[in-house]
T-cell receptor, first 109, second 115 residues
Framework: QKEVEQDPGPLSVPEGAIVSLNCTYS??????FMWYRQYSRKGPELLMY????GNKEDGRFTAQVDKSSKYISLFIRDSQPSDSATYLC?????????FGTGTRLQVFP | SAVISQKPSRDICQRGTSLTIQCQVD?????MFWYRQQPGQSLTLIAT?????????ESGFVIDKFPISRPNLTFSTLTVSNMSPEDSSIYLC????????????FGPGTRLTVL
């Protein structure tokens, strides 16, 4: 079993839709949870960062962490074609960063 | 956040040759990291480069194949040695900003194709 599991997609949605991206993990020691966005032929860009459990909102993006279920989510409201990218979850305890495989998202007009 | 640049952005190399990838940061950072991202796969950590000490390699990666230099707090290089087509990948450097160990910022990556 991988430490971090992420549905690879691809996920295709119409513009304006609410998108839900998810990761599950097995290591209960993870404390720091991140979402990165990676456009084609670019490096990953830090999108959201959450420490421990709870919600964090930034504009159209909301990150949720449920440590009891070992489950994290990223919600994108009013999705735009410019949101089309691969979204990678990542998490960390005190050691290295562990990434999911990424979910490809396509938002069509 | 730190601004990170990498050179070259892409290259096509012949089997058996070596390529050195440079990573430059616009601020002083303690920890720099090198990752490999193969098509359809997650980012895999190759090694951690701490200024003033030898790089620490992850399981499956060795110094002879991926020598790393870290001469100062803003610069690092990764060499991919004696390349084979299996080394075709995107190579990414990342940094932890000073005073923060909870997340990392990434460079744009180097896309390497080995023929």
């Amino acid at each position: 079993q991988k430490e971090v599991e992420q549905d690879p997609g691809p996920l295709s949605v119409p513009e304006g839709a609410i998108v839900s991206l998810n990761c599950t993990y097995s290591n209960s020691a993870f404390q720091y949870f991140m979402w990165y966005r990676q456009y084609s032929r670019k490096g990953p860009e830090l999108l959201m960062y959450t420490y421990s459990s709870g919600n964090k909102e930034d504009g159209r993006f909301t990150a949720q962490v449920d440590k009891s279920s070992k489950y994290i989510s990223l919600f994108i409201r009013d999705s735009q074609p410019s949101d089309s990218a691969t979204y990678l979850c990542a998490m960390k305890d005190t050691d290295k960063l562990i990434f999911g495989t990424g979910t490809r998202l396509q938002v069509f007009p | 956040s730190a601004v990170i640049s990498q050179k070259p952005s892409r290259d096509i190399c012949q089997r058996g040759t070596s390529l050195t990838i440079q990573c430059q940061v616009d601020s002083q950072v303690t920890m720099m990291f090198w990752y490999r991202q193969q098509p359809g796969q997650s980012l895999t950590l190759i090694a951690t480069a701490n200024q003033g000490s030898e790089a620490t390699y992850e399981s499956g990666f060795v110094i002879d194949k991926f020598p790393i230099s870290r001469p100062n707090l803003t610069f690092s290089t990764l060499t991919v040695s004696n390349m084979s087509p299996e080394d075709s990948s995107i190579y990414l450097c990342s940094v932890e900003e000073r005073g923060r160990t909870d997340t990392q910022y990434f460079g744009p990556g180097t896309r390497l194709t080995v023929l």
